[in-house]
């Protein structure tokens, strides 16, 4: 196939997708189909939930970023017909066709088979998530009375988190900072009640001493209540039901967050293609598909051997293989060699509440505000394009980045 004329088409616009369109531009013709109109810089998600960011630092739309030889298409991918080369988009007659395709839809959340858990708990991946949560807690916060006891204000604003990896502990922490700092602006009696709820006997399994530390104060500091060898027997759309030790416990709750981990989506589970125990896409050191020279996967949804277990399944893993996989993709349709890479671990930075973060960078951990303002700089670094770095970073410069307090509805 003549290099200049070759389709490319690209499924998903998230870490993997959007930066290997971004790299292949000017290198065929190339299409890049997501179910959203914008890419998401997920690590920042918590800091949209507490308004310390808005949509457009980090979830700019495709429009801005690529150039115009990049064709978006908008919409979820119904099909992949391996044989027939051609992908059918819902709501779009004609199939996209391909000589090179890109697999890089990431993953889904993970229910786990737990009664009424997919039904009634929120997930948090999206934007449409973070504002339904934000509402959830606002909804709450206005059903209080002003002259309510501390222990109505308790039971109000009880909210769980389930999953006590990286995701829970930023997200409880964030919570609790944003429910605490509306009672106290409301002039409520009494404080909210967030719970973090973890199978395993410690929260984030694998995290190294020096971030835990930092972990340990923040969730203690914002008074998270932590439930490890706990397990969700089910949820109901006001309640949750945990087990531990055989006992279970029913408590209310205003609202559940669900992030105790992720699956393949159903397109990916239905691909006759070689997977591994949890179903994630086997690729070659190259990146192509095992047994298809011009299937490319990389990011959540593919398999690369020997990526250390604190690697897996993260944005910086993904953006280190868009690189690898333009760079494969442009040799595989040049005739040249195809190479692969060793990926490296580019450090740890996690959100704590509000005002705090913990960093670990070149092996330094650093805490605090003062790392929060590293964890903002750093991911500045990381946000796509050159153009879209320098309007946002300048606009956290100059405007700041404090939050924006839980309003009451209509306010
Ligand atoms: C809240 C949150 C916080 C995180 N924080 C961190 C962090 O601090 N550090 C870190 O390294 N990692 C973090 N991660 C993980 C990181 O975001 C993922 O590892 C990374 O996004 C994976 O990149 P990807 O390209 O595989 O998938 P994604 O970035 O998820 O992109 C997948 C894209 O495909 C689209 N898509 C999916 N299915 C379809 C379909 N059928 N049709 C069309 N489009 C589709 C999606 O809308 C999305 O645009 C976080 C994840 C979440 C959810």
């Known amino acids: 196939m003549a290099a200049k004329n070759a389709k490319i088409l690209i499924l998903g616009g998230g870490f993997g997708g959007l930066f290997t369109a971004l790299d292949l531009s000017g290198a065929g013709e190339i299409t890049l189909v997501s179910d959203e109109d914008h890419f998401l810089f997920k690590p920042m998600l918590y800091e949209y939930l507490s308004g310390e960011v808005e949509a457009w630092h980090i979830a700019p739309n495709y429009s801005e970023l690529l150039d115009k030889d990049v064709h978006v298409v908008r919409g979820k991918v119904g099909s992949i ?22 697999l890089a839809m990431g993953a889904t959340t993970n229910y786990w ?28 916060l206005d059903r209080i009375q002003p002259d309510a006891p501390p222990q109505d204000t308790r039971n109000a604003l009880t909210f769980a988190i389930v999953g006590g990896g990286a995701s829970g502990v930023e997200l409880s922490t964030k919570m609790a900072d944003l429910l605490r700092d ?19 006997d410690r929260l984030v399994p694998g995290m190294g001493e020096g971030l835990r530390e930092h972990v340990e104060k923040a969730l203690q500091e914002a008074r998270v209540e932590v439930h490890t060898q706990t397990r969700v027997a089910r949820a109901t759309e006001h309640s949750i039901t945990l087990e531990h030790n055989r006992e279970q416990t029913e408590i209310a ?14 397109l990916i589970e239905n691909l006759d293609v070689e997977k ?28 690369f051997a020997n990526v250390p277990p604190t690697l897996a399944g993260t944005a910086q893993l993904a953006l280190q293989e868009s690189h690898l996989c333009a760079r494969n993709v442009k040799a595989l349709l040049n005739g040249n060699e195809l190479k692969t890479k060793h990926f490296v671990e580019l450090g740890e930075a996690l959100s704590l509440g509000t ?45 700041g980045t404090a939050p924006r307090p839980l309003q009451p509805l209509g306010f």
């Open 182 to 200: 509306a009672v106290k602006r409301r002039a409520l009696k009494g404080e909210p009640r967030v719970i973090i709820v973890e199978m395993a």
């Open 355 to 399: 005002e705090h973060a913990a960093v670990l960078s070149a092996g330094q951990v650093m805490g605090g505000p003062l790392a929060r303002q590293a964890r903002f700089a750093m991911y500045t670094a990381r946000l796509p394009t050159w153009h879209h770095r320098l309007r946002v970073g300048a606009s956290w410069f100059f405007e």
């Open 81 to 102: 017909d391996l044989n027939g080369r051609a992908v059918t988009v819902e709501g779009r007659r004609d199939p996209l066709t391909y000589d090179v395709l890109v």
């Open 113 to 140: 088979g737990v009664e009424g858990a997919e039904e009634f708990t929120l997930p948090f991946r999206s934007i449409a998530d973070a504002n339904h949560l934000r509402r959830r807690m606002t909804e709450a």
């Open 253 to 266: 709750t205003a609202g559940v967050v669900w992030v105790a981990g992720v699956r393949m989506t159903r």
């Open 276 to 303: 591994d125990k949890r179903g994630l896409v086997i690729v070659e050191p190259t990146l192509q598909v095992r047994g298809h020279e011009n299937i490319f996967a990389l990011g959540d949804g593919a398999q």
